[in-house]
């Protein structure tokens, strides 16, 4: 689906305008998503039509990336998510070290808003949150009258991307954005969900051990015994090596700490939980949410699963229902 998004420059973000919403003291610099090629759809789309061209030696190809591209997001989605949302990406330090993250708002809704931070899949500048992700993943949910803040994590959009510890002291990132939100501006900082994507799903399940300000979780494609996982994906041991300190001499232990299956008791009873997930998942195992919905179930800790049939790990078939099933769940719980 990004694949005739990321040929435009990878959709960089930092060269954006400046912007204004976000008020505490450890943002360092701020500014605007909707800049730059984002300022307006037509120039966005031209920038990508003259990146296909350089590639594409079929004219009918290229008519056919420029279709998907506008069947994927199309001039009026923009403008409306532009008219009716602020959106920005910002710097801001944690334990010393510069972290870049993102804040995404209704423009025109009433204070008190409440607020979902967002904690993605991948690992380094993979699945890292550009423009076009945004759009897709999170502007409609936005929509819906939730602010979004969210942490590419430390190691990306950086030289030294191994400070990513995959679910290691990089965690501090998420708990910096949460101790954040008591200052932004017309939000309800009683009124925190979290959502979290794939990796991301380990990320939020880490956080609710460490905090009880949370209360409503919704899951997309999270694994939940990494260790178990590198049976269903041995690729994986290839990311844990790399990003996980010490792996190789403290593997069971380094698994252990990421792997929510082992410390269910940790986590709060009163938070719900909403775990999605695509039957035909090749990167997550289904199983692995069904054997958290189970533990859940044991644990009387309040949950819903929803498995997708014959869907992806991106539930790419079932996009707008699980949107609906995410907004529901936080209108429901927040």
Not at 189 to 204: F, L
Request: with cysteine; hydrophobic share 40%; net charge neutral.
């Amino acid at each position: 689906m990004y694949r005739y998004v990321f040929v435009a420059l990878l959709a960089v973000l930092p060269f954006c305008s400046f912007a204004d919403l976000l008020s505490d003291e450890l943002v360092k610099e701020e500014n605007s998503c909707f800049s730059w090629i984002f300022e307006d759809y037509d120039t966005w789309r031209s920038t990508v039509e003259k990146a296909r061209s350089n590639q594409a030696e079929d004219k009918e190809k290229l008519k056919q990336a420029m279709e998907k591209f506008d069947q994927t997001f199309g001039k009026d989605q923009f403008t409306k998510y532009k008219q009716n949302l602020a959106c920005s990406t910002f710097k801001y330090e944690v334990d010393g070290i510069d972290v870049h993250g993102f804040y995404i708002r209704p423009t025109k809704a009433a204070s008190d808003l409440p607020i979902l931070v967002y904690n993605r899949g991948g690992n380094q500048n993979f699945g890292r949150v550009n423009f076009p992700r945004m759009m897709l993943d999170l502007f409609p949910i936005a929509h819906e009258g939730f602010a979004i803040i969210g942490t590419q994590y430390r190691g990306t959009q950086t030289k030294n991307t191994l400070l990513d510890e995959f679910g290691g002291a990089d965690v501090n990132d998420v708990m910096a954005l949460i101790d954040m939100i008591p200052s932004l501006p017309n939000i309800d900082k009683d009124r925190i969900g979290m959502y979290g994507v794939s990796r991301g799903g380990m990320q939020s399940f880490l956080t609710l051990k460490r905090t009880n300000q949370v209360k409503a979780l919704a899951v997309l494609g999270g694994a939940s015994d990494l260790a178990k996982e590198l049976e269903f994906r041995p690729f994986m041991e290839k990311v844990y090596k790399r990003q996980i300190p010490n792996y190789l001499e403290n593997k069971n232990a380094e698994l252990t700490k990421r792997s929510v299956v082992n410390w269910i008791p940790s986590l709060p009873k009163t938070t719900p939980i909403l775990l999605l997930h695509g039957e035909s998942d090749k990167r997550v195992s289904v199983q692995s949410s069904i054997t958290l919905a189970e533990l859940f179930a044991k644990h009387e800790i309040p949950h819903k699963l929803v498995i997708y049939p014959n869907d992806n790990h991106g539930l790419y078939y079932n996009k707008g229902n699980a949107d609906k099933e995410i907004v529901e769940w936080f209108i429901k719980h927040l």
